[in-house]
């Protein structure tokens, strides 16, 4: 997926020198005009509002070949007399991003800035006006009273070229197509009934992970449990996927790594979306387009095996995604046609949705209760007194009758203090509107700090210590509706897949607590377990969870898969 901000800084450097002729040629334009600051911001929202926003490949692409012309629009465009939600002050070309390039972590950066600013904060990253929010007035002033104003994505060049263009779920404009995937998906792919179909997937898959586990406690061994956690999260969704036991597996993995990786390299390309100069500098659309190729060749064998199996009546299992899919594609009763191209959209979108997500949530969950010795006890006791003398895995119709509040607390917390998407995805202002007293031009591009907001002393009492007490007889939950809390966003563009992504790693997070206790190498402290986040749209922990697992409640697995 597209991490632009994260990556911004390394790119900056190679930019500047890139970009140092424009920036200069800007600046006297600018300067002769005798505009400060303030001036530039209206400066560049005038040539957006000149060329229009719907087609930002224009802007500078057409300027930079005809310096008259572009002249000619900034002196004879009158500003309209918008009045923009505050900021800090920018710079020609980066606009504010030489603010947040102090910390890779641009939602810390927008954080401090907000401090200054206010919850309804004006930003440009390169060209694109961009708005912060960080209250919880705010975030419902976007996701609920404006909804539909907001119901786009920001996207182009890059995400455009895995989406296929936008026709898919995450980066889709709002629109017909759009409305009709994300029905789709809510109730065909990810509603409870669905989610429930890959139980026996997950308990096989606890069940491998256990063994792995158990194996390495029995030798005495330390493990990485956060690439372990990794590893059966993406190992239990490829099968949600495509099915069990398909020989493309590693391959697909593989392909949709790849993909994502690519995704983020290319996220300047956003930033500076009419740059031509630039996106012709970059081999990297090239590349991207190869592996888009790639993952298409690959998704397009499983789309050929799974059609062929299901010409057979081949039934051996419940249906996966891209069964659901061809499924649906043969019987036609949908208003739009589910191209291929659709389905392979769609199943890139659930993998870098659905994925890291889980993975990370259930690290932090480890993490946080390895940092907390006494909320381990807690949720440990809890888990063991309910399957108490249990030796094989745990199931999901016993964890759902054993109602274990008090690890669902854990999970809330984790979720509020590493909100997993920290920033939600960006989406895209369709009309100028008006958001508590301020303008928001048409084509902005809007993040919801949520992250910030989950740590705000205001709505939170401690919020830098994990509390998961705090979520004990309150309501307070990720529905959408407590705007302090939205780790799963709100609104038309709300997660679908919360389901789903909590279901993956519930039975995990019970499994590892009821069978193993957790201890740190030796010399590390409950304190000093690092708890930075790495840089990316997905809040991942920064460097391994090192830990040596004892076997507490015996393991031993009966009718293990292979
Ligand atoms: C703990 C796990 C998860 C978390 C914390 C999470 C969080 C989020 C967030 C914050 C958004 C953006 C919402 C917004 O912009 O308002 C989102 C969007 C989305 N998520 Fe999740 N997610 C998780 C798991 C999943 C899973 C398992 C799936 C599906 C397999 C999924 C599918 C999606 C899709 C398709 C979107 C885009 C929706 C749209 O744009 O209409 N997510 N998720
Ligand atoms: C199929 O789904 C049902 C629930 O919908 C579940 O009871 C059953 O165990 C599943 N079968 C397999 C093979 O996963
Ligand atoms: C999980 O899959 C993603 C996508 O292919 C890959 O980047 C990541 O390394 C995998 N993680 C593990 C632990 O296998
Ligand atoms: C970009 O590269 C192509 C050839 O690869 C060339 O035809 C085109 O003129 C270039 N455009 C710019 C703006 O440099
Ligand atoms: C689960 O437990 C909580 C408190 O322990 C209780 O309030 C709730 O009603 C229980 N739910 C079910 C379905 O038993
Ligand atoms: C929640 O309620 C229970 C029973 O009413 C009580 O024992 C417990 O201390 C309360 N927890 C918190 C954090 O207030
Ligand atoms: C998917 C999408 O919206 N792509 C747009 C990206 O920007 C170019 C112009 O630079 C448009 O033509 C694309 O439609």
Redesign the pocket.
């Known amino acids: 997926m597209d991490e632009w901000c994260g990556l911004m800084g390394c790119w900056l450097c190679g930019l500047y020198s890139v970009l140092a002729m424009l920036v200069v040629a800007r600046l006297l334009v600018v300067t002769a005009r005798g505009h400060n600051g303030e001036g530039i911001e209206h400066t560049q929202f005038s040539r957006h509002s000149h060329h229009g926003q719907g087609a930002p490949g224009r802007g500078r692409g057409a300027g930079a070949r005809h310096p008259l012309k572009l002249i000619k629009c900034l002196l004879v465009t009158k500003p309209k007399k918008l009045k923009l939600p505050p900021g800090p002050w920018t710079l020609p070309l980066i606009g504010s991003m030489h603010h947040l390039v102090s910390n890779p972590l641009p939602y810390r950066a927008m954080r401090d800035l907000a401090h200054k600013h206010g919850p309804l904060m004006m930003l440009w990253l390169g060209e694109v006006p961009t708005v912060v929010v960080s209250s919880p007035e705010a975030a419902q002033a976007i996701?609920k009273t404006h909804d539909i104003t907001f119901a786009d994505?920001h996207m182009n060049s890059t995400v455009g070229i895995f989406t296929f263009n936008g026709m898919d779920?995450?980066f889709g404009s709002y629109g017909e197509q759009?409305r009709q995937l994300?029905k789709l998906?809510v109730q065909e792919l990810?509603s409870a009934a669905r989610v429930q179909s890959f139980q026996r997937i997950r308990e096989e898959e606890v069940g491998r992970f256990m063994q792995s586990l158990a194996t390495s406690a029995t030798a005495g061994t330390a493990v990485d449990l956060s690439k372990m956690i990794a590893s059966f999260v993406n190992d239990t969704f490829v099968r949600e996927s495509i099915g069990s036991r398909c020989k493309y597996q590693d391959e697909y993995l593989d392909a949709l790594g790849t993909a994502m990786r690519m995704a983020a390299e290319l996220s300047v390309a956003n930033i500076f979306p009419s740059s031509r100069l630039l996106q012709n500098l970059s081999t990297a659309l090239r590349r991207a387009m190869a592996c888009r190729d790639w993952m298409a060749h690959i998704i397009g064998q499983i789309i050929r095996e799974t059609k062929e199996a299901m010409d057979r009546a081949d039934k051996t299992s419940n249906e996966s995604f891209i069964s659901v899919l061809l499924r649906l594609q043969k019987e036609a009763s949908l208003p739009i046609e589910l191209t291929d191209h659709i389905v392979m959209a769609l199943m890139i979108?659930?993998f870098s949705?659905?994925s890291d997500?889980?993975s990370t949530?259930l690290t932090w969950c480890m993490t946080e209760l390895i940092r907390y010795p006494a909320t381990m006890a807690r949720a440990q006791s809890e888990v063991r007194e309910a399957f108490k003398g249990k030796t094989t895995t745990i199931t999901e119709d016993e964890l759902a009758r054993a109602n274990l509040s008090y690890l669902k607390c854990v999970a809330k917390e984790a979720?509020r203090l590493h909100c997993?998407?920290p920033l939600?995805?960006p989406?895209k202002c369709r009309e100028t509107c008006q958001v508590m007293g301020y303008d928001i031009p048409k084509g902005t591009c809007v993040f919801?700090n949520?992250w910030a907001i989950c740590r705000d002393a205001k709505y939170w009492e401690d919020p830098e210590e994990f509390r998961p007490e705090r979520f004990e007889n309150s309501s307070l939950d990720y529905k959408g509706t407590d705007y302090e809390f939205l780790?799963?966003?709100?609104?038309?563009?709300?997660?679908?897949?919360?389901n789903?992504?909590?279901a993956?790693?519930e039975l995990a997070l019970a499994s590892l607590l009821y069978h193993f206790d957790w201890k740190l190498p030796s010399g590390v402290e409950p304190k000093n377990v690092d708890v930075c986040e790495a840089p990316g749209l997905v809040a991942k922990k920064n460097t391994g969870l090192v830990l040596h697992p004892v076997v507490s409640r015996v393991f031993a697995p009966v009718n293990m898969p292979n």
Do not use: E, H, K, Q
């Open positions: 996701t994505r779920l995450i759009w994300r998906s990810l979108d659930l949705a659905g997500s889980a949530t979720l997993p998407v939600l995805l989406r919801v949520v780790p799963f966003g709100s609104g038309r563009r709300m997660c679908p897949g919360g789903l992504g909590l993956n790693m």
